[in-house]
């Protein structure tokens, strides 16, 4: 199913997201990252389905390792696609309950980590969750999988595109996510978040969204050295795509030079949609 705000990008089965990682294998891409959409009849208040063994995240990690065992695997941890309400935490009372989410999130990551993924990239933001998380693999004997932190995740107008691409969209509806995501206008805090992330044991971090945010990148590089990651997120995609389509970039030429950017800013590396076009053009 194409998305309508993302063009370009599909929503794939299981069987086709096995052959289009094959095909990002053979492109030298090393990592690739999945996200579910789950079934409105699914989705419930705590967002019970994530911590499924049988969940879509799960039966497509496994798919993919029993046919591509030498790509990385990266599964998101976080509770939007799986709420009925949107949030990437329980809510009660109109507020989010950070305790109750971080023990779920436990329970996500080792179900996808038992399905077979190399890492654990939780994106909700919620405190205290890297080293809970880190504790729980570690209890169930699964040391080896390393952690992504969503680190530096502002509170951002960019990630529309995936909110209807994975469908939280409607489900979150006009509220927002400012009460545990980040101020866009506050760089000092990302750093506190990387220090405290890095401090409870993550092997990497992110900052989300890239490219507005390149300022960020090179801070964190510079004040930690560890593995900094960027996420050139939906919104930044479709700008370029959806000007690129019009005949007023040269999609080739902007793509690359957003690599170099984000490079010349200290990223280790870059979740991008647009990876195979990207590795084409570099191959």
């Avoid at 705590?46 to 049988?54: I, L, R, V």
Wanted: net charge negative; hydrophobic share 45%.
């Amino acid at each position: 199913e194409a998305v309508a705000s993302m063009p370009g990008v599909e929503r794939l089965s299981v069987d086709l997201l096995v052959k289009e990682v094959g095909e990002a294998k053979a492109l030298g891409i090393p990592a690739v990252a999945v996200f579910p959409v789950t079934p409105q009849g699914l989705k419930t208040p705590n967002g019970k389905e994530a911590t499924n063994p049988e969940n879509l995240v799960c039966r497509s990690v496994r798919a993919i390792q029993d046919a591509h065992d030498d790509i990385g695997v990266i599964c998101d941890v976080a509770l939007d696609p799986y709420t009925s309400h949107g949030q990437d935490g329980i809510v009660r009372d109109g507020e989010i309950l950070n305790d109750e989410t971080v023990k779920v999130l436990c329970e996500q990551a080792i179900v996808q980590a038992h399905a077979g993924c190399d890492v654990v990239a939780p994106s909700d933001m919620m405190d205290g969750r890297i080293g809970a998380i880190r504790r729980a693999l570690d209890a169930e004997a699964l040391e080896q999988v390393n952690l992504l932190a969503y680190s530096a995740k502002y509170a951002s107008a960019f990630y529309g595109p995936f909110r209807d691409a994975v469908g939280s969209a409607q489900s979150l509806g006009a509220a927002d996510k400012r009460s545990y995501q980040m101020d866009p206008a506050n760089t000092d805090e990302a750093l506190r978040e990387v220090a405290l992330d890095v401090a409870e044991g993550a092997d990497m971090v992110m900052v989300k969204p890239g490219l507005p945010y390149l300022d960020i990148v090179h801070r964190v590089k510079e004040a930690f050295g560890v593995p900094t990651y960027a996420y050139q997120v939906s919104g930044e995609y479709a700008m370029l795509r959806g000007a690129a389509d019009r005949g007023w970039l040269d999609w080739d030429k902007v793509i690359v030079e957003t690599m170099l950017c984000f490079k010349r800013a200290g990223a280790s590396g870059v979740l991008t949609y647009a990876a195979p076009e990207i590795a084409k053009l570099l191959g």
